[in-house]
Structure formats: C-alpha cells, structure tokens
C-alpha cells in the first residue's frame, strides 16, 4: 500500500472553508465591544515538519487568530519551505461587518505556491479514459486569489440578527424550505487564479484553454439547512455556483455551473456503543455551456485545466490527487456512514491532552463519479470511477480535523485535513 504524498496547496484548499471555526460550545457574541473582543482574541500556531519523496524535508508553521478585530471575525495564515526549493504562503480573512446588524460579510484569499517536480495531469492525461502514468511532472507556480462578499438573505431564520443566524454553530430546524428554516445567502467572489509551468515544460496537446491565468465573478447561492455546522445530523445544504471569465486580449470568456447538494440523517443511537450514528449523502454535478462557442478571434470559449471542471481530490472521488480528471462536465455521488462512539479517551492521550477535544467520530465512506465533454445524463453514468475508505475525524478548538485513507483502482491515498468533506 503507498501512502500518497499532499501537496502544500492542499493545506490551503481545506483552510477555505472558515465559517465553522466557531466550537459547538462558542456561542457568537456580535454585540461585544470591539475593544474586548479584540483584547479576548484566541491566537494559535503550530509549526509542523515532514519529509515526502515528492516534496523532500518540509518545515511550515499554521497558525488562526479568532475574534480578530471582531467578535465574528478569523485570520488564517500557513506557509512551508522545502529542501527542493518548493515553497507555500496562505492568508485569509474572514466574516468582517460593516456593523453588527449588518448583513454583508467581507473576505480575502491570498494563495501563492512554487512547486518543484510534482504530478501534474493535463491534456489526455486528464481524461475518464486516461492512466495514470500519463501524467507529467513539472516544475510550476500556482495562485488563488479572491475576495468575499457575501450577503445575508432576510428569510428563514434570518430575519433578525443575520450575522448571528448564518453563524452559530447549531441551529433548530424549522422547515423544508429557504423561506421556513436555515440561512440563505448570495455570495460574489471575484477572483484570479493562475499556474504556470516552467519555460522548458513539455505540455501534451489540450482541448483547453491554454492561458497561464484567468480572472473572473464566482457567484454562490447557498441554503445552509443544517442543524450543526461542524457535525450535522439533520437537514441539508444546497449550493449553487456560477462562475464567469469574460473576454480579454489574456483570455478567452468561458462560464460554467456548479450544484452541490448535501442530505443528513440521524439514525439515532446504538446500544451502549454509538451515541450517535448519521447517514450522510451529497450529489455534485457541473457543466461549462460555453464548451462548443467558438469565434474567429479566441476559438474556443473553455476554461483552462486548473480552472475547469474537476473530480479527485479532497472531496469527490478521493482515491485521486487533486484534478485527476478534468471535462466539460461531471456527476459525483458520496455516501457517509458517520458513528459517533460512546468510549472517548483522547483526552487523556499525550498532545491531544494539551487541546480541547469533546468529540471523535468514525466514518465509512464511497465516491463514484466521472467527468465527459457533453452534459449528457447517460454518459455521466457510465464507467463511473469510485473510492472507499474509512476515517477518524476529531474536533480541536473547534476546528474539525480528518484523517482518512481512499482506496480506488487506481491508487491509495492518505490524508490529514480539516472539515467535514460535505
């Protein structure tokens, strides 16, 4: 069995997602003084070091200020340098208010990263039908970054105190619809995103777009019915993204849709030996329209490879690296089997004893999925690509950390991230 090697960037991919940072016992107290928020401020670090045939010895510190200047407000911050030359910076800021009845959130992303001989899978490589030694390994440099601004719909349950309602880490469901339960929210992210490769790279021919970096509008539409943010057992999540490129002299126009839909169950306890089991389901699904527009100036209107539509990675079909399988369009079922067990001794377990530790979680899961160059619902279906594994997932200081190993058929892959996949 090969135990895979993580890419830095993966660190950052799972620190996007910063709305849960809040512990299930931390309550949001948006009416607090600025002063002593600011004076209450939970700063951690920790520095961690590895050594990966792909990366070589690598040496990094993470690091998460909470209550930063507001009481709802987090900054998050990792870098590492290797002996290869590879090296990694992250920055983000999150969930600042105008005031506190205000319904706007304002964010920032800031990745950059200089990746030295990593497995990149561009062109034919790419491909459902593709292997996996197809691939190429390259030097490159990659970059992420966008700004957040999300606004606060006035139904559901926030109707009143907005900020409050879209982020308290638990929530009683009231309904089965945006305007009876949950926090709706619009979110506008513009963003640049770029890689690439260097001078003396040999790319194989592409049926995307070639250009080394695009800009554009991501635009998110979400229904968080969840009871618990960090660990739901009831309700659902419904996000819907579009994301558009326009034309420029770098860049030809391109959009694409994305839906992503998450359903819970609590199946109740079990004996004296689950205190908690969950069922948990999640159906993604995307297409680029623009795929087949052409004109005589741009030709194609496709995104490029890093842009495009994707599956593998962190959270579809996760026996496979990061955009193992890049298309026009791609469907992806995950199934969760989530048991919360009675026996938890990790507090009394060395380093987990330095932390605050109240839950652990075991969990069974499968991924099937493929991607195809036409939105055709019969193709999508067909010689679909699937993962299984188990994971252990814990939450410290509020942030939920996972640890799971993928098996597919075509490699295995060991990870150690934070949040909840869906």
């Known amino acids: 069995m090969e135990e895979r090697k993580i890419k830095a960037v993966a660190i950052a991919a799972a620190l996007l997602v910063s709305a849960d940072i809040h512990a299930e016992n931390e309550p949001v107290d948006i009416h607090a003084s600025p002063k002593s928020e600011t ?23 993470a690091g998460v200020v909470k209550k930063a200047g507001q009481p709802q407000a987090s900054l998050l911050g990792a870098g590492l340098v290797t ?47 593709s292997h996996a030694d197809e691939m190429i390994i390259a030097d490159a440099q990659e970059a992420l970054h966008q700004l957040s601004a999300r606004y606060i719909l006035p ?29 709706s929210s619009i979110d506008l992210r513009p963003f640049y995103q770029a890689r690439k490769f260097a001078n003396n790279t040999q790319l194989p021919p592409s049926d995307f777009a070639t250009n080394d970096s695009v ?18 057992t009831q309700g659902s999540k419904t996000q819907i993204k579009l994301t558009y490129a326009p034309d420029t002299s770098d860049q030809t126009s391109w ?22 089991q969950v069922f948990a389901f999640n159906v993604y699904t995307a297409d680029t329209p623009s795929w087949n527009n052409t004109d005589a100036e741009h ?48 507090g009394d377990w060395p380093v987990f004893n330095w932390y605050d530790v109240p839950w652990w979680q075991w969990v069974a899961f499968a991924d099937v999925g493929r991607v195809a160059d036409s939105y055709n619902v019969s193709e999508l279906h067909s010689s679909m690509k699937w993962s299984a594994g188990g994971a252990v997932r ?11 190993m993928a098996w597919g058929n075509e490699e295995s892959i060991f990870r150690v991230m934070v949040n909840q996949p869906f």
């Open 39 to 61: 004076s209450d401020s939970d700063i951690a670090a920790v520095p961690f070091m590895f050594s990966t045939d792909s990366m070589g010895l690598s040496a990094g510190v």
């Open 83 to 129: 002996d290869k030359g590879t090296w990694m910076t992250y920055l983000g800021a999150y969930n600042y208010a105008l005031s506190p009845d205000s319904r706007w959130l304002f964010g920032a992303e800031l990745y950059s990263g200089d990746y030295k001989d990593f497995n990149y899978y561009v062109g034919k490589a790419a491909q459902i039908n």
């Open 155 to 183: 139904i559901g349950q926030a109707k009143h105190d907005p900020i409050k309602a879209a982020l308290y880490p638990s929530r009683k469901l009231t309904g089965h619809t945006p305007w009876e339960s949950g926090v």
């Open 215 to 232: 800009w554009g509008l991501e635009t998110r539409f979400e229904w968080n019915n969840q009871d618990r943010s960090a660990n739901p």
């Open 255 to 276: 959009w694409k849709w994305e839906l992503n839909q998450s359903w819970y169950w609590d199946l109740g306890k079990w004996d004296n030996l689950f205190d908690q």
């Open 299 to 346: 030709g194609y209107h496709r995104p490029p490879e890093y842009a495009g539509v994707k599956l593998g990675g962190l959270y579809r079909l996760r026996s496979y690296q990061t955009g193992r399988f890049v298309g026009r369009s791609a469907i992806s079922y995950s199934a969760e089997y989530r048991v919360m067990p009675e026996w938890q001794p990790l």
């Open 394 to 404: 814990f939450q410290v200081e509020g942030v939920v950390v996972r640890t799971e």
